[in-house]
């Protein structure tokens, strides 16, 4: 069974621009989450998507960022426009019961000059 | 607030056994999960508690108690691939997950 992909696994863009990641959950996990990790920092939580819908978005940092599932399947979160403070690891995870275990995907690092 | 507490970093002697604690405030429990991440990768799982006690998984155990809002991660029979940050992380009332900051173990021959 193919694992949480996610891509790119490392974009380096410069401030200002946009860059969006993706995210393919192990087929039939409902629940998607979204972190991210600052160096030296720990995980924080972004967002929460139950099939298609936003069940929490409390963690989003500010309206630069945008996050998706259309059909409930695969999940993109844009970063328009990036900035400095943006720079990290975003971790995306999907689960199939809500007290089950996280299942990660490789991480998408990102990196604004 | 919801925090959770872990020492940044330890240190221990390849065969050794290492207790890594966690303590935890949160809004609400709904279990408390243990995750290794190697440097550059992506956390992978190693427990989950939700009642109180001692959970053994091989070299690995962890232990909770809710009435302290604590747990431990103890690893057995250290070995160099041990080397990693121990990520304790809590779900809240609103399923939420709360992560520590991590604690970097570095192991010793």
């Known amino acids: 069974e193919a694992g949480v992909t996610q891509f790119p696994s490392h974009s380096v863009i410069e401030k200002g621009q946009t860059v969006t990641l993706r995210c393919d959950p192990i087929s039939g996990h409902d629940n998607l989450y979204w972190y991210r990790r600052v160096m030296g920092k720990e995980i924080k939580f972004l967002l929460h998507?139950?099939?298609?819908?936003?069940?929490?978005e409390s963690g989003m940092p500010n309206n630069r960022f945008l996050a998706e599932r259309t059909g409930g399947t695969y999940s993109t979160l844009k970063v328009q426009p990036a900035e400095l403070e943006d720079s990290g690891v975003y971790f995306c995870?999907?689960?199939?019961?809500?007290?089950?275990?996280?299942?990660f995907g490789e991480g998408s690092r990102l990196t604004v000059l | 607030g919801q925090n959770i507490d872990q020492p940044t970093e330890m240190t221990a002697t390849e065969g050794a056994i290492v207790q890594i604690n966690c303590t935890y405030q949160t809004s609400g429990f709904n279990g408390l999960f243990w995750y290794q991440q190697h440097a550059g990768e992506a956390p992978t799982f190693l427990s989950y508690?939700?009642l109180d006690g001692l959970e053994e998984k091989g070299r690995f155990s962890s232990f909770l108690s809710r009435s302290k809002g604590y747990s431990y991660l103890l690893l057995k029979e250290l070995q160099m691939k041990d080397s990693a940050s121990y990520l304790c992380a809590v779900t809240d009332s609103n399923y939420q997950l709360i992560w520590g900051a991590g604690t970097k173990l570095i192991i010793k021959p």
């Open positions: 508690n939700v």
């Open positions: 995870a999907s689960i199939l019961a809500i007290t089950g275990e996280l299942f």
């Open positions: 998507f139950v099939k298609e819908s936003k069940q929490d």
